[in-house]
């Protein structure tokens, strides 16, 4: 299904009302993701989009597919509980994987829900039509969580809604906080309520307002409001905010960090840390990886109040964590095999197909490559048959060696460009990754 003229994804309550930690990212790809698939839900269990495709949609260029398939990995293992607020006043609680699974072959990604999932996604009672060219205006995944929630309720007809009063526990299990984030509502209001709402008035076409209900001294309850105020024109680009950004900017936006600090640390890069903080030549791949590390960094420590600004010092002090770095360099290195296995792979099946070419032109040459067969085992293979080439065909160790044979003495010319290429891009795998 192509993207480009789809303006909105139609999702269940339940899949909006959902308890989870999923990152800015990781919420704006689920619901391009759905959008993409979601005519075909009811008859189909793998989708599939190109990567090229659901690059452009989240802001970056599909060379790097290792960003794609850490987020689509993300998802894979995101569990979320969903129908919170119990919207459709039937009780029921459920538990889930965002995807069941996904992979990217030959430039196009396929995935898939969880069957049970899979039907409430296409088949809810109620559900919300979301403007997914509106999702690409916030840097806070809390501003995006709480404009899902408050449009879940939003009545099109009266171009206003209002959600119940949800308790602050319930408030927090959707905004996806810990039980140690923002313990006090003082700073909750700060640092989550105030920020989201602000950025849902500021960038969009409405206006949320929040009411407080009291339990004794203490607020217990939040209640939204969401009303259409203007009608500002939409860019038809999916993420026109992010989409010409570099990567470092995105990365960090995504976190949490101001435009113009974010925009900062992308344009000075390396000179942003401090030159007795510099880590060693060669340490990162590059600066993005750098980036990434901090900011995995800011998930693990736990008692972190501002994670913004503690990614920025971190970046700027070059924090250390063994722990993450640890598990950062074993993903990269099983990352890393996992694509040199996979050019081995292809390099390999283009020699066979070139060699079966060559032997198709010239059979000759599988008598040829059998004289040198130095193996006493393949030797005794070859006998068995009435001649090397009904003894190349049956395929196993006497292919195996002659094609050995051919690619080394007689068709080194014919193989020689695809193992200079492969050579080529086995050395960019090694300097990329490190």
Request: proline share 5%; with cysteine.
């Amino acid at each position: 299904m192509n993207l480009a003229n789809i303006n909105e994804v139609i999702k269940a309550s339940p899949a909006i009302q959902v308890q989870s930690k999923m990152t800015l990212l990781q919420r704006r790809a689920w619901n391009v993701l759905l959008a993409n698939a979601y005519n075909e839900l009811p008859n189909k269990e793998i989708h599939s989009i190109s990567v090229g495709e659901l690059a452009a949609k989240l802001g970056f260029g599909d060379g790097n597919q290792e960003y794609l398939k850490e987020m689509l990995r993300s998802l894979r293992s995101c569990e979320v509980e969903w129908n919170l607020l119990d919207k459709d006043k039937v009780e029921e609680w459920g538990v889930a994987s965002l995807l069941a699974e996904a992979r990217i072959r030959d430039g196009i990604c396929t995935y898939a829900y969880p069957p049970y999932l899979r039907t409430k996604l296409h088949s809810p009672r109620i559900y919300t039509k979301l403007n997914l060219r509106l999702q690409n205006r916030f840097s806070s995944k809390y501003a995006l969580v709480l404009w899902e929630v408050c449009f879940d309720y939003f009545d099109t007809d009266r171009d206003q809604g209002e959600t119940p009063f949800i308790s602050l526990e319930i408030f927090r299990e959707l905004m996806g906080l810990e039980t140690n984030d923002y313990t006090t509502f003082k700073s909750l209001n700060q640092w989550v309520i105030k920020p989201a709402i602000k950025e849902i008035n500021d960038l969009t076409n409405y206006h949320v307002e929040v009411e407080q209900k009291r339990v004794g001294r203490r607020i217990g309850f939040l209640k939204f409001r969401i009303t259409r105020v203007k009608h500002i024109p939409v860019q038809e680009s999916l993420f026109p905010d992010i989409e010409n950004l570099p990567l470092v900017a995105i990365e960090l936006l995504q976190a949490g960090i101001d435009r113009k600090i974010a925009l900062k640390i992308a344009s000075a890069e390396w000179d942003f840390i401090r030159p007795e903080k510099l880590p060693p030549p060669g340490t990162y791949p590059d600066f993005l990886t750098y980036i990434a590390e901090k900011i995995e960094m800011s998930l693990a420590a736990a008692s972190v109040k501002n994670r913004a600004g503690y990614i920025v010092e971190a970046i700027r002090e070059n924090y250390q964590d063994p722990e993450v770095q640890k598990a950062r360099a074993e993903r990269a290195e099983n990352a890393k095999q996992k694509q040199l296995e996979e050019l081995e792979e292809e390099y390999n099946v283009k020699c066979k197909n070139l060699l079966r070419q060559a032997v198709h032109a010239n059979p000759e040459l599988v008598d040829a490559a059998a004289q040198r067969i130095q193996s006493y085992i393949v030797r005794q293979r070859l006998l068995e048959h009435p001649s090397p080439i009904e003894a190349y065909q049956k395929g196993g160790m006497v292919t195996a060696e002659i094609n050995a044979i051919l690619a080394a003495e007689f068709c080194q010319d014919l193989i020689a460009p695809v193992t200079a290429a492969y050579e080529d891009e086995k050395a960019e795998i090694l300097a990329t990754l490190g």
